[in-house]
């Protein structure tokens, strides 16, 4: 298994990652420190640097006040890079971003004319259907009161959202989300 995070960690650090990007998309497998004793002699990208035509295309797309789908954005990176990985693309996005502040790349549930309106309504209604969940809990711990109430719970929430859709945490991609929000709002004032 050693010999696999290991491969694993040098293939990221040939595709431009950082340290720091390694150990999280390894999970915490590897430390900063691992990755500084080990991938030393791994060509990262300063040996391949990434197009900036591919930069910029994003970054001027990026700026509109709708900002950047995140399919848009991966499709522009497939055009230049045809083979590119999961990483790699996360990589080019960050990119981009890091080029300009008022480069958004989201996935298209804001509205970018009323991103605070948007971002409170998509919680508001997260969290009635969180009551919804709550509820039915209820309702089934009444017809089996023997179960075990947070067992139902997140059996139901399993069974109704496949882990496919997202496997960030919830407060993560609300925390994400109200940055998203902040920053469409305020990027041209």
């Not at 391949?48 to 522009?76: D, M, S």
């Not at 083979?83 to 996360?90: E, P």
């Not at 080029?99 to 997260?126: L, Q, R, V």
């Amino acid at each position: 298994m050693v010999v696999d995070v290991k491969k694993e960690a040098e293939s990221l650090r040939k595709q431009g990652l950082t340290y720091k990007q390694i150990v999280s998309a390894l999970d915490g497998a590897v430390s900063v420190d691992w990755c500084k004793r080990n991938l030393k002699g791994t060509e990262g990208c300063s040996k391949e640097r990434i197009n900036p035509e591919c930069v910029n295309e994003i970054v001027n797309l990026g700026e509109r006040p709708q900002g950047l789908l995140l399919y848009e954005a991966n499709g522009i990176i497939k055009k230049y890079y045809p083979d590119a990985n999961d990483y790699k693309l996360r990589y080019i996005r960050e990119k981009a971003k890091s080029t300009s502040k008022n480069c958004i790349i989201h996935n298209g549930w804001i509205d970018y004319m009323k991103p605070n309106e948007s971002h409170k309504a998509i919680n508001a209604f997260a969290l009635h259907l969180m009551d919804q969940v709550d509820s039915m809990v209820e309702d089934y711990m009444f017809s089996y009161p023997n179960a075990n109430k947070w067992s139902v719970r997140y059996e139901m929430l399993k069974l109704a959202f496949d882990q496919a859709i997202s496997k960030e945490s919830l407060n993560s991609r609300a925390y994400y989300n109200e940055l998203l929000a902040e920053n469409m709002e305020t990027r041209y004032k």
